[in-house]
């Protein structure tokens, strides 16, 4: 029998996309179905051009659903307005390949943006949830510092400082060792797989990287636009 698995979080169905280039439009991703569950870690993988960041970008509502759907955690995607996306992108944490941190302020500063526009965060609790969430991934420290001055490894645990700040269910991760050494790669995504498990938190993870592939509890091949099963 089946082991039952826990409800799905973010739920994909017949989910196709298109970029027009040129004078024409090329469909690249072919009718996705897919589910994520809660506390999972799932990687996805696949060449060059395959659909990935199309993908992630699809769920993270970064792009607009022209086919097909997704639900995250009960809201669908498909034909939401702006302002449901905005709420719904409030339950995601992302953390980028290039962590995209801002050079010009601080390190727990970048880590309080998310909560900018939190009704419930007053200045002084956005620093001190910034702080603890420094402490978190090892990094408090440095908390005053630019981002300029630190290490790769060490932006990239302020990115994850930053995905998590919110308590999101969900966290999409594009490529966060890709820019990092075997080591630091390695210790960036042991915090990934740590944070997880703590808080419960569905992490969909895109990479090239075989290296990293044990700490996925299931692993998801794309190929050309379309899932390998
Ligand atoms: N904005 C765009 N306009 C036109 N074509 C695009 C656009 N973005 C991506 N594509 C094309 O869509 C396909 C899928 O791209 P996508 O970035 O999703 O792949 P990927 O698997 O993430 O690749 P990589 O591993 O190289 O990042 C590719 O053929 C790419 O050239």
Redesign the pocket.
Known sequence: MMKEKSKAVISISGLRHN?T?GDGV?E?LHGIDLDFYGGEIAIIM??????????LKLIGAQLTIQSGDIVIDGDHLSGANQSRLREIRRKIGFIFQSHHLLDSITVLQNVQLPLAFDKSQNSKSSRELAYEALQTVGIASHAEKKPAHLSGGQKQRVAIARALIRKPAIVLADEPTASLDEKTGREVVELIKKMSKELGVTVVL?T?DNRILDIADRIIRINDGNLLV
Do not use: C, N
């Open positions: 970029y280039e090329k690249v696949g060449p060059s051009g395959s659909g990935k960041s199309t993908l895109v090239h």
